[in-house]
């Protein structure tokens, strides 16, 4: 049983007043700083200083990166019958990168100023005369390039014969792997193998926040096809792909998929799209997509000596499938959905800042508030904490008046809130508030979770 009644924090003829969210550096800055705030993203090692580039994701931070984690696999794998997953070794000898051409090619061309020994991208400069940081021209050295892979040691001894790499992608362990999981999945082109993990990648200017960093999630997923089927797939995943990120709430507006131009295009690949996002400094990538041919399998059989192809026992050939790759970044992701669903109004003339996340990425799904810390009040909560936490997670806040605990819950980007108040003792009912509208239901404790289901798991 649920009933509609005025909300707490605006009543009736007093609705909320929309106010203006510009996409510049005053939202990034805004949401930098609800980050640090409300524990979704720290400094790294911030009591010595901090480390650059590198960042700790909070108590609510984890959640809902794991939320964005989940709901690419539950996309790419759970919902799929023709996708397999893998966690593959972070450590890799120069062997893997050598055969993929990173120790060659994975490079970035470095300059120094000798004025304010800053160092830049070349590409990446504006102005390829002018220092950015000093401003000065002609001070630059000459570029050389610069490998973005970190280098260590396997072992007690740093010899050569014990150099190791921290792989600076996920998909070359998906690639070695091609045929274990051909055999011990018995599956058979097109099929996919899917990956989310860390990568690492030695930047020379990791820059606007979680967006470009040294240490990183990606999610990654290498599809194997026929050969003559690989522009249909091409298009497919491209499709795919930028229909996930409009259906977990980020607004088409704010997306684009751009195709690579001719220059663009690594010399493996014959068609790679970006699916970019509008951030406050302009469009940035958030996926590839890439149809890079043969050009993995290839390059491992021939330095391994190993077959990598598919017999197909129903014409009775064989062949080197051709592999499209989407691949996207877990932590810019969750930055690009906290970016689009931040928005603020005033309700009775105060600021109200709230997260409009989709439910499914929301670090929170309910947070449980008894209206003050009375022990018969608390006790409750307790026991309605109780009966939601099997089914989602929740959070749980007695401290501070009613209404600052549900703008800290719209910070989070909690959906719902459920107050339990004295009449909560009498009747076996609770307040059910919804976010975005404030909307207020009463409903029984017995009909809570069944309530929420409906609204919590479409």
């Known amino acids: 049983m649920s009933s509609a009644e005025p909300t707490l924090d605006s009543p009736p ?3 909320p007043v929309p106010v203006d969210v510009p996409n510049d ?20 090692a911030e009591i010595y200083g901090g480390f650059r580039s590198s960042y700790d994701y909070g108590p ?27 966690d593959a070794a972070i450590l890799g000898p120069p062997a893997i990168w050598e055969a993929s051409g990173h120790l060659q090619n994975f490079t970035d061309p470095l300059v120094d ?18 220092c950015p940081n000093c401003g000065k021209k002609g001070t630059f050295t000459e570029a050389r390039q610069f490998n973005l892979m970190f280098k260590t040691h396997a072992g007690p001894v740093e010899d050569s014969a014990a150099v190791a790499y921290l792989r600076p992608e996920t998909a070359q362990g998906m690639f070695v792997n091609f045929a274990n999981v051909l055999q011990t999945s018995r599956k058979k082109p097109p099929f996919g193998i899917a990956q989310i993990g860390k990568s690492f990648r030695n930047e020379i200017t990791p820059q606007n926040f979680v967006f470009r960093t040294r240490e990183f999630e990606q999610m990654e997923l290498e599809y194997f096809v026929p050969p003559e089927e690989a522009p249909h797939w091409y298009e497919y995943w491209c499709h795919e792909r930028f229909r996930w990120y409009v259906e977990l709430g980020i607004p088409e507006s704010k997306l684009r998929l751009r195709p690579h131009d001719p220059d663009e295009l690594s010399h493996y690949s014959s068609g790679t799209s970006d699916i970019e996002f509008l951030f406050p400094w302009g469009w940035g990538e958030l996926e590839g997509i890439a149809n890079r041919g043969d050009y993995d399998l290839t390059q491992h059989a021939k330095h391994s000596g190993q077959k990598l192809e598919y017999f197909d026992q129903a014409t009775n050939t064989r062949y080197v499938p051709h592999v499209i790759e989407p691949a996207a970044g877990a932590t810019r992701t969750m930055m690009a959905f ?25 670090p929170y799904k309910v947070a449980v508030l008894p209206l003050s810390k009375k022990d018969a009040l608390v006790s409750k909560a307790r026991e309605v904490l109780h009966l939601l ?18 703008r800290r819950q719209d910070e989070l980007g909690t959906p719902y809130c459920v107050t339990i108040d004295f009449e909560s003792l009498d009747d076996e009912a609770v307040t059910v508030r919804e976010r975005d509208s404030m909307r207020q239901d009463r409903v029984t404790i017995s009909g809570l979770v069944e309530y929420l289901r409906e609204r919590l798991e479409p």
């Open 60 to 86: 609510v931070g984890v959640l809902m990166l794991r939320n964005v984690k989940d709901m690419w696999w539950r996309s790419m794998v759970q919902l799929r019958d023709d996708v397999v997953g893998l």
């Open 338 to 362: 906290m970016l689009a669903a931040y928005d603020e109004e005033l309700v009775r003339g105060e600021l109200r800042r709230v997260l409009r996340l989709h439910h499914r990425i929301a």
């Open 389 to 406: 936490q099997p089914h989602w997670m929740c959070d749980y806040d007695e401290t501070q008046a009613i209404g600052r605990r549900y």
């Open 13 to 15: 003829g007093d609705e």
């Open 25 to 44: 550096e005053t939202l990034f800055e805004k949401i930098v700083n609800l980050c640090k705030q409300r524990g979704f993203v720290f400094p790294s």
């Open 113 to 130: 100023c000798t004025n304010c020994k800053e160092r830049w991208r070349l590409d990446q400069l504006e102005e390829p005369e002018i």
